[in-house]
């Protein structure tokens, strides 16, 4: 029984995301192989090399891989398939993408979203946001998997001793080919990878006042800066600094939300912070009932007063 992990990365390093699938392959029993599909993506292959409790790294080179089109990963992951019990993907944009394509061409279900492993065959997931667990056994002679990363610690980054084994790329589709890409530049944390979040709901009133209120904040606590779906349909905030069940998955050490409500949607996406703090002036917002710490007042007072202090 041999797991293997398709690592996100950027063909220098490995992603946040990959170390916590890794542990969740760990769990499935057997070896865990990580397959790095990439374009002079050697730094990349070296740095999962590293990585604890890794037995063996697939390097696939080529200019197909350069992008990270889904199409020609799939390609290369189905190639390999046969080899492996349990094909593991972090459940992030990238993850989201490939996965359901491998698992349609092997013609098995997909097991999404897990945030633990009872078996090898059986896997628990949260459905209705987050309300109640789900437990899902799988008799697929091979499972593919995305992890919530959320649910699972980080392997060591370091201390690992993994051959590299270099194995010849799959052909580029002639079906895709790579456009462009807008590439947003933030020299804040990245979101899912975030150790402190603040984040800001719909009370802010504009994108100048979430700003003004927030940004202090977050440069004073070193913080990667979040929102409510509320704040981010209203245009306070862009569309990648979404936290919840329709956004990004996160799980701080500290979470700040600041006139946020707390609707099942968001808390499906941040009640796993080790610490949560909110701030607002409705004391029967839903948020106080995940806080660990809660302050009913006036976020536009308070905030400021906030940053001051600290």
Known sequence: ????????????????????????????????????????????????????????????????????????????????AGKYSHILFPATAVGKNIAPRVAAKLDVAQISDITKVDSPDTF??????????????????????????????AAPAAGGSAAVDVQAAQAASADVSFLGSEIA????????????????????????????????????????????????????????????????IVAPQLYVACGISGAIQHLAGMKDSKVIVAINKDAEAPIFSVADYGLEADLFVAVPDLVAAL
């Open 185 to 248: 530049k933030n020299d804040r944390p990245e979101l899912t990878a975030a150790k402190i979040i603040v984040s800001g709901g719909r009370a802010l009133g504009s994108n100048e006042k979430f700003m003004e209120v927030m940004t202090p904040l977050a440069d004073k606590l070193g913080a990667a800066m979040g929102a409510s779906r509320a704040a981010v349909d209203a245009g306070y905030a862009p569309n990648d600094w979404q936290v919840g069940q329709t956004g990004k």
């Open 1 to 80: 029984m041999t797991s293997l992990v398709v690592a996100e990365h950027d063909n220098a390093g490995i992603k946040p995301s990959t170390l916590n699938t890794i542990t969740a392959a760990a769990q499935c029993g057997g070896d865990v192989h990580v397959l790095v599909a990439g374009h002079n993506a050697g730094a990349a292959a070296a740095a999962a090399a590293a990585i604890g409790g890794v037995a063996k790294v697939i390097h696939a080179d080529s200019p197909a891989f350069a992008n990270g089109l889904a199409e020609n990963v799939t390609a290369q992951v189905v190639s390999m």
């Open 124 to 153: 628990e997931r949260p459905i209705y946001a987050g309300n109640a667990i789900a437990t899902v056994q799988s008799g697929d002679a091979i499972k593919v998997i995305t992890v919530r990363t959320t649910g699972f610690d």
